[in-house]
């Protein structure tokens, strides 16, 4: 179904603006080229919970949250609710990705897939063959799909149709699914600990890590950084992964973003959002 947006979300949403993300990260350890910062609900955030990160064309940074979908401008947290939009009681967000056009993919509790565009916003459902599975990430392809791992599988919407691939087509068997897609456009995997690209119509695993479950997003500069419960690494096709951070204690990862600047964000599921940002060196930073 499609709704029309009230001109005040539109605004919120997709007005430009002349402020960008200026954040200052602040160093945890003096070893290391990489400096960490950390926002929790002390510092705005409704939730600890950090369920997606965006960074839209103005350079705003947009944060999905359990407790609800913030505008961040490096120095304040500002709320939009999707409980605006018809059919949608929950604040809730469980998912997020902004696409290559603008519009803003929302996953909400009990399942609800909104995309909210320029000015309207469409809701899939059942009828869509979208049903109400645990969403783990989303992403989209060099062609404008938006694959989503959902379940034990994963799907794609491609204009309104959605299609289902999985075991059929490859997918490893065990363990949490996840998606991103990188710098060239292609769609990468993981299941478990196994890591792997999708080509050909097919999942073809290339890498398998020591722990699970993995995490990762496309690095700007080509290939991924991946995030284990433990670290953070940067892998590229045809290399070894080489390790980045090592977090201070198992952590939860929910979702990652390279921003503009070339900085990692990482939402945790119940130690906020960390920030690392690159200055000079080689040695793994160890997060205290």
Known sequence: M????????IALLLVASPLRLAVTSVAQTAEGGWLVRTWQTDEGLPDNNVTGVAQSADG???????????????????????????GVGYRNVRQMHLDSRGSLWLVMERGALI???????????AEDGFTDAL????????AGGIWMAVGNGFCRIRGEK?????????LPAGGSPW????ARGQTWFARGSQVGVFREGRWQTLLKLDSSPV????????????CTATQVLRFAEGS????????????????????????LWIGTAADGLLHLRETCGSAPLAVD
């Open 2 to 9: 499609f709704f029309r947006l009230p001109t005040l979300l």
């Open 60 to 86: 705003f940074l947009w944060v999905a949250t359990l407790g609800g979908l913030m505008r961040f401008d490096g120095a304040r947290f500002e709320e939009f609710s999707a409980m605006h939009l018809p």
């Open 115 to 125: 995309r909210v565009s320029q000015s309207t916003a469409r809701v899939f459902g």
């Open 135 to 142: 969403v783990a990430a989303i992403t989209e392809d060099a």
């Open 162 to 170: 959605v299609d289902r691939f999985g075991v059929e087509e490859g």
């Open 179 to 182: 998606l991103a897609t990188d």
């Open 215 to 226: 995490r990762f997003v496309a690095a700007r500069g080509g290939g991924l950084w991946i």
């Open 240 to 263: 070894e992964p080489r390790q980045i951070a090592r977090l201070p204690r198992r952590m939860a990862v929910r979702a990652m973003l390279e921003d503009h600047t070339g900085g």
